[in-house]
């Protein structure tokens, strides 16, 4: 199984020296990938809720908390990184033009020589729907186009066509080209079953947010269940899931109203080994704390934790 590990890219420790030195690390250090979250704009008051699975509370998203914006975080970790891989997670599609998102996107996979991973949602806060047009209602409709228009834009050699019920157009041919063939690889973000379905019939990989090994196995064969359905291979649809994560040595948690891996480094090898057993093939570690002791974590994670896997 995998690991990968959040940047640092919300509140203070959302800084160019810290997230070099956090991607430097985990590149050094032989984890899989870096992952960003975002948010493009946040309200003074906010009457719409995102409980997560694992939280107490609806979150820290009040505004005067920087959310670094992605494409331009993955951007500079392209440039001082040379294996690890990196992508959204997640990145909100329908608050984007896609077009001139397929572009970005294709100009980040080429110059990283194919090492980013668009990690797809469709967004969740009405007051942030709002802010950029877009009616929430439109939300999943957005999504599945925005994913097809960036497919066809990638993928073809020639001008393409593009005629849906948000984008349409005749013979455009893509500014910049993808380093991977047919563009980078699409994860779908969500635990709900429409989330499964849109994984079913257009991610490759399914990125899970804080749930349990057995609510992964759950979701697992609801997904392949889906995947046949849509006439497709469920083995070529990557599992992952996103977990928080606290070292059994004092750190600063930014995040303490969530329920988090944690214990001796036997304890946290058997929860990481309880998501192996469950198909996850990419551990995503969202360590929400001070940039330094995320480098001091992932070091833990490598000399005590890694071996006993």
Known sequence: MKLGVSLPTVGPPGRRRYLVEVAEAADRLGFDSLWVSSHVALP???????????????????WGVAWLEPVAVLGLVAGITERIRFGTHVLALPYRNPVVLATELATLDQLSLGRFVLGAGIGWMAEEFAAVGVPRSERGAR????IEVMRTLWSNKNPASFHGRFVDFD?????????????????VGGNTDAALRRVARLGDGWLAHELYPEEVVRGRQKLTDLAAAAGRDPEHIELTVRRGLL??????????????????????????????????????????????????????LCKEVQPLL
């Open 247 to 300: 070292p059994p040595f004092p750190v600063m948690d930014f995040m303490s109203d969530r329920a988090c891996i944690a214990g001796s480094a036997e304890e946290v090898a058997e929860q990481f080994d309880a998501y192996r057993s469950a198909g996850i093939s990419l551990l995503v570690l969202d360590l929400s704390m001070r940039p330094a002791e995320i480098v001091e974590t992932l070091e833990w």
């Open 171 to 187: 013979d455009m041919w893509l500014a910049a080209r993808p380093h991977t063939p047919g563009g980078p690889p699409v994860y």
């Open 44 to 62: 003074a008051t906010r009457n719409s809720t995102c409980l997560y699975p694992r939280a107490k509370t609806a979150g820290a998203y009040n």
């Open 143 to 146: 999504t599945d186009e925005t």
